[in-house]
């Protein structure tokens, strides 16, 4: 059997400290610098290259003439345009855009031009000190809560590593967001655990054994709430809307956003929880990019589907199991949900309830999709699924015939070890192509093999090496 080997993976965790009771002279500082770099990153956006190479040689030397910033924010203001001008052109591929602008952006300080220290003071114990030039540092008191301070502490002790700090101004108050970062180790997994975000169900998960291909422990997670928090607000912007008052427009959209924030992190929170209660887990979620544009829909619907939040709900999902020490990987949606997990044939989905109409199985829709990601998953990874040995058809290229009549009656080895399957290629008979039918006897394990690496390729997953038991 295929085994996989341990994997390390950098994980990245952006903690937000505020800053607590500057004096003037510091909060003069800070504005002064922001609005100097502000203007240096719309220099570099002027020259329209997403190329940090050209910016450097063509405009470092004059930048730093002309801001007067160290090298480092000189550098990190270069990084920012090439960022925006990136993300513009991006965007421009699919829908109209304005040209971009950043009439205020947030100033990145890199590692060669801050230090965070702690200090036994009682304003508070942490205190972040910024180079801005050579002659201008400004030392901030830097107030975090009880779990960010947790992880400050252990990256001062060397557990993370600090990567960038990035100030940023909001409603008159400045707030330090520091990025970490560090290394984690995964192990060969036993348990496959396989998430379906949806827009009714914002999480259905299932989880499989590498020894047992019966889904274990389904959990549901329901998207009523937030369904309602998306209509209460909707309805309130609708009348500000037609009131004109766009400043509460605004003001309601930032609390909206905060309580749906508050809770896909509750969600995925529990979703980790859930995962722990397995053996060596690892997480199968669908690559759901450009779904917005792939789905033709009404116009109500067409607006919930823009406010799902599925992105983010899967980027909280894997940064807290990457943290846990939980692997996630992200798999083709193709067919997920229209999939029989028990016989592989593929239907039409009608309301909640999947019917099979070939082997007559009735099952949640969602809760279908959850045990082919998990199926597939564990395929892809190299254990074979014994539910169904036929694979989808796009990754087909043999196909089995279990013949019961025996390999013993010719001389052949047990069934357990050998299986007779129809090879089909195509071959050219008189310049034309036709498709040559061969019968042949292969090694059981060799077939299992086969399988799992149609199903990898299909999948977009690593294909596993072939090794015989």
């Known amino acids: 059997m295929v085994k996989t080997r341990s994997k390390n993976e950098s994980v990245s965790l952006t903690i937000i400290g505020k800053v607590l009771r500057p004096n003037k002279w510091k909060i003069l500082a800070l504005n002064r610098c922001q609005e100097r770099y502000s203007k240096l990153v719309r220099w570099y956006l002027s020259f329209s290259s997403t190329s940090k190479k050209f910016l450097h040689e063509q405009c470092y030397s004059e930048a730093r003439k002309r801001f007067g910033f160290n090298g480092a924010l000189t550098q990190t203001a270069r990084d920012k345009a090439v960022e925006i001008m990136r993300s513009f052109k991006t965007l421009s591929k699919r829908m109209k855009c304005r040209e971009p602008s950043s009439k205020r952006v947030s100033i990145r300080f890199d590692t060669r031009c801050f230090t965070l220290e702690r200090a036994n003071t009682k304003l508070t114990p942490y205190w972040l000190t910024l180079k801005i030039n050579k002659n201008t540092k400004i030392t901030l008191p830097i107030k975090f809560g009880e779990k960010q301070a947790e992880l400050v502490d252990s990256a001062l002790n060397g557990e993370w590593k600090v990567c960038t700090v990035e100030m940023v101004k909001r409603d008159k108050e400045w707030y330090a967001h520091i990025s970490l970062k560090k290394e984690v180790a995964y192990d060969e997994p036993e348990t496959f655990i396989g998430i379906d975000i949806g827009e009714w169900n914002p999480v259905v998960a299932v989880a499989v054994s590498k020894y047992n291909d019966k889904p274990i422990q389904g959990q549901f997670w329901n998207g009523h709430e937030i369904r309602s928090i998306r ?84 980027e909280y999902i894997k940064y807290k199991a990457n943290l846990a020490g939980i692997q996630v990987i992200h798999i083709k949606s193709k067919d997920t949900s229209r999939k029989c997990h028990r016989c592989g044939h593929v239907a039409q989905v009608k309301g909640r309830e999947f019917r099979c109409p070939e082997c007559g199985m009735s099952y949640n829709r969602d809760l279908n999709a959850a045990v082919n990601i998990a199926y597939a998953l564990k395929r892809g990874i190299g254990w074979r699924s014994s539910g169904s040995l036929k694979l989808s058809d796009e990754a087909r290229s043999v196909k089995p015939e279990q013949k019961e009549r025996s390999l013993k009656k010719r001389g052949g080895s047990p069934l357990d070890k050998y299986i007779e399957v129809t090879v089909m290629k195509n071959c050219k008979v008189k310049k034309k192509e036709k498709r040559k039918v061969k019968r042949i006897r292969m090694r059981r394990s060799e077939w299992e093999w086969l399988q799992a690496v149609a199903d990898a390729l299909f999948f977009g997953l690593e294909a596993p090496e072939y090794r015989d038991d």
């Open 231 to 314: 209509g209460k607000y909707g309805h309130i912007r609708r009348n500000l809307q037609q009131k004109k008052l766009l400043h509460m427009v605004r003001k309601i959209g930032s609390k909206e956003s905060r309580r749906i924030n508050h809770l896909l992190h509750v969600i995925s929170k529990q979703v980790v929880e859930y995962a722990k209660r397995f053996p060596k887990p690892i997480i199968g979620m669908e690559n759901l990019k450009g779904i917005r544009e792939s789905i033709k829909v009404s116009r109500q619907m067409r607006k919930r589907l823009h406010s799902w939040p599925f992105r983010k709900l899967q």
